[in-house]
């Protein structure tokens, strides 16, 4: 009996210290292994750095990151250069351990990244990486095949990737029963590989006298792949899969599901069979369901910036919106394997941006470059933006995509060429009815003619252009959105149908004699295409247009309500001749005023994100926008506004709350409180009742306004709960109570009452642990992150010592009290 139970014991701990060895966790088994990965991978991940070759200027990632000696490795050969070391952990633990690790680089340098998430979804832009390395940890990947798309999809053409492992240690760990969430075969990784892609992959041997030999694999992204062939690869693995599952249909029944699936001979039977192993192996992953069916999927969008100026805090506002349901919908689908895709960009074509490069006396692709680089920077590198996708229209990947959208609205009877003449505005770079126009006195004594809508001064145009068939889509873009919920707050909705007037065509191109700087019309070089035409096509060029679209199309796409004649009329008539399914929601928000007034770069008004950041900081900016921000009225944005909402909400609010919890007279121990439900019911019910009710519920309503991107709304709740646990706590007075448990009791409900601010992590997502002489946002920002990322991993009645101790709350409660 005995010695069943020590093997019963035996087996669970093999088991536990092989699950830990492939996530390691908190606890004590997984504090040891953690020890024990980094002393057997430190010579591995040196390694591994060494055969990348890194160069100070070049953008680096690590997968599986562990307790961080590859990227000190790596770290320290781009010091003091312009490069970026970026790290992919999935073990929440490990991913702590290793910030904690490197907080003081992260702070100053700012050129370490980390990342908790799982490398078959990794947020990264496409051709992102220069290279990409890790060390003994391709065996625990769930799906390997999707793993190296992704590896693929974000190195850069002409990157390189390094894989070191130890064979001999692996083999031992298996006889000794340590690997059994994972097959070390390094064949199937390197077939792995060549299926995604990779060119010249082959496995070398280091044999060591003084350690232990270990092997390295190594692979290359030719200069010439596009993702255009990564997106039919993966299109072509998708049809597997689903085949796989037809065969385990067909095993369970049987039976062949029809006659066109039946075999003939042993052959087939055995390729059958085959797949369905395979299959079965796949099915061990939880992540299954979601891999095989591929339902669901998030395509998050912004409008892409025009690049005749730099970005200000209107295009920040935009692409926050977009940020934020993205987030947000990682966060909430964080167990599924679902593609979660969020692009933005520049609009790189048009008069305004081949008159702007003359006047700064550069030619336009070289301004463009300029342009377009500092919307990167601001919007990703300095405001924490991060977008799958970063689409630029002067790549040629879009103008593929934009010459095959011309051709087959032609194909389809949808262009005609014809005589048009109307009245244009440079500015807004569209033709205007003699309905949206009207004369006003300019500051020179002249009459002229402006918009109606936007006030751009307009001039007449005659020229023979190509025209796109809009009168034939009248009815049906109107039914389209009369029927759908598809304009997004609905008051916008009668905009768009004043806008739609039956009977009236699109021109869809400009004469290249005026217009050079833009995509020519196929077979015709006379004519340059429209820009809104130009532009609008982004969005299918992200999703992988002309080839299949498997993530199409998007579930929401965040515009300012200027261009809503352009995304609700034109985008949609564009799809329905194309055959192409419709957006699902067009959200449209109001713009940014400053006192009052509109951002102009001729008043002067202009707000840079980046300045405004260093008053508020980048978390303090987003906060705000994110927070005062309103689809259907215009914001008034002041630095004074913006600090008072700051203080109010993190400080005299949630940071209140915090440190209630954590005070030491009431909490001596520091641990999280225990809970007494019979006091609870008698002498707290009053108003501890309605506050658990609405605790209860808080979830569901940021969850409701989250999906329908009403972020302001989102907050409002979650501040509306932490007001009430202040005034729980301060009808109570715990600090009054005598008996030890009923004060318990108090705290503990107070201390639920701080994981509302959990539900704020989609707005502060990229706050940082800073060091103490930083300044005062900051700290609030940076604690709000550790309160969101770590609370809900305490252990209720935990002592300090433990690893569940709530003793970072004092923390977290003094940084967001500061004055």
């Not at 707000?607 to 906060?623: F, K, M, N, W």
Request: net charge neutral; glycine share 6%.
């Amino acid at each position: 009996m005995v010695l069943k139970y020590l093997k019963r014991l035996q087996y669970l701990a093999l088991q536990d210290i092989a699950a830990q060895m492939a996530r390691p966790m908190k606890g004590m088994t997984g504090a040891v292994m953690c020890g024990v990965l980094a002393r057997r991978n430190e010579l591995l991940e040196k390694k591994a750095a060494e055969l990348l070759d890194i160069q100070a200027d070049q953008k680096i990632l690590e997968i599986g990151y562990g307790p961080g000696v590859g990227i000190q490795s790596a770290y320290e050969r781009v010091k003091g250069g312009s490069g970026h070391i970026f790290g992919v952990e999935r073990s929440l633990y490990m991913h702590n351990r290793a910030r904690k690790k490197f907080a003081l680089e992260i702070a100053e340098d700012k050129n370490i990244h980390f990342e908790c998430a799982d490398v078959v979804h990794m947020p990264f832009p496409n051709d992102f990486f220069d290279g990409i390395f890790h060390c003994n940890c391709y065996y625990y990947w769930p799906d390997m095949h999707r793993a190296t798309f992704e590896i693929f999809r974000i190195l850069k053409p002409g990157g390189k990737i390094v894989a070191t492992l130890n064979l001999d240690r692996l083999q031992r760990s298996i006889k000794q029963g340590l690997m059994r969430y994972g097959n070390p075969d390094p064949v199937r990784y390197m077939s792995a590989l060549e299926d995604a892609g990779f060119r010249d992959v082959s496995i070398e041997y280091f044999p060591d006298k003084q350690k232990p030999e270990y092997q390295a694999i190594f692979g290359k992204k030719r200069i010439e792949d596009t993702l255009l062939n990564a997106e039919e690869r993966m299109a072509a693995l998708e049809e597997e899969m689903l085949e796989w599952t037809r065969h385990q249909k067909m095993l369970k029944t049987g039976r062949p599901i029809s006659d066109e699936e039946k075999w003939s001979d042993s052959e087939s039977r055995e390729k059958i069979t085959t797949k369905s192993i395979r299959l079965w192996r796949q099915m061990r992953s939880p992540l299954y369901p979601f891999r095989i069916w591929r339902r669901y999927h998030s395509f998050v969008t912004t409008p892409i910036f025009y690049v005749n100026a730099a970005p200000h805090i209107g295009h920040l506002y935009s692409a926050l919106l977009a940020d934020a349901a993205h987030r947000w919908t990682k966060i909430s689908k964080k167990n599924s394997d679902c593609p979660l895709i969020f692009s933005t960009g520049t609009d790189e074509h048009g008069v305004k941006i081949q008159n702007a490069a003359e006047a700064a006396k550069k030619n336009p692709k070289q301004f463009c470059d300029e342009i377009s680089g500092r919307f990167r920077s601001v919007l990703i590198d300095h405001c924490g933006v991060a977008p799958t996708d970063f689409i630029r229209t002067t790549e040629q990947r879009h103008r593929v995509a934009v010459e095959t959208v011309w051709n087959k609205l032609a194909d389809k009877g949808y262009i005609y060429k014809d005589s048009y003449a109307g009245w244009y505005s440079v500015v807004d770079e569209c033709f205007y009815s003699e309905k949206d126009v009207e004369e006003v006195t300019d500051a020179n004594g002249n009459v002229v003619k402006v918009s109606k809508t936007t006030k751009s001064v307009l001039q007449w145009v005659e020229e023979e252009n190509y025209m796109f068939r809009l009168s034939k889509l009248h009815d049906r873009l109107r039914k389209w959105l009369l029927d759908s919920d598809v304009i997004q707050p609905k008051h916008y909705l009668p905009h768009v149908l004043q806008a739609l007037r039956p009977g009236e065509d699109l021109s869809i191109s400009r004469d290249r004699s005026r217009l050079q700087w833009g995509i020519a019309v196929p077979n015709d070089p006379t004519q340059t295409v429209y820009v809104w035409l130009d532009a609008l096509t982004n969005y299918l060029t992200v999703a992988g247009y002309p080839a299949k679209m498997s993530q199409w199309p998007p579930d929401c796409q965040v515009i300012g309500k200027d261009i809503l004649k352009f995304h609700a009329i034109y985008w949609p008539a564009f799809l329905m001749a194309l055959e192409v399914d419709v957006p699902k929601k067009l959200y449209i928000h109001a713009h940014w005023l400053i006192d009052g007034v509109k951002m102009s770069k001729s008043v002067g008004n202009v707000i840079d994100p980046v300045s405004a950041s260093e008053v508020l900081t980048v978390e303090g900016l987003r906060y705000f926008l994110l927070r005062q921000g309103v689809p259907h009225d215009d914001g008034d944005f002041t630095f004074i506004k913006a600090i008072n909402v700051l203080n109010a909400e993190l400080s005299n609010n949630i940071g209140n709350l915090v440190s209630r919890g954590t005070v030491d007279k009431l909490n001596p121990r520091q641990t999280y409180p225990k809970f007494d439900k019979k006091f609870f019911e008698s002498d707290l019910k009053e108003l501890g009742q309605s506050l658990i009710q609405n605790l209860d519920k808080l979830n569901g309503v940021v969850t409701n306004c989250f999906d329908n991107m009403q972020v302001h709304k989102a907050v409002d709740a979650i501040c509306s709960v932490a007001r009430q646990g202040n005034g729980f706590f301060q009808f109570y007075k715990p600090w009054t109570m005598t008996n030890e448990m009923e004060r318990d009791t108090v705290l503990f409900v107070t201390c639920e009452k701080q994981r509302t601010a959990t539900e704020l992590a989609p707005l502060v997502a990229n706050a940082e642990i800073l060091p103490p002489n930083s300044n005062i946002y900051s700290l609030r920002f940076a604690a709000l992150k550790v309160l969101c990322q770590n609370y809900q991993n305490l252990i209720y009645g935990t002592n300090p010592q433990s690893a569940g101790t709530i003793r970072f709350l004092s923390e977290v409660a003094d940084a967001l009290t500061l004055c």
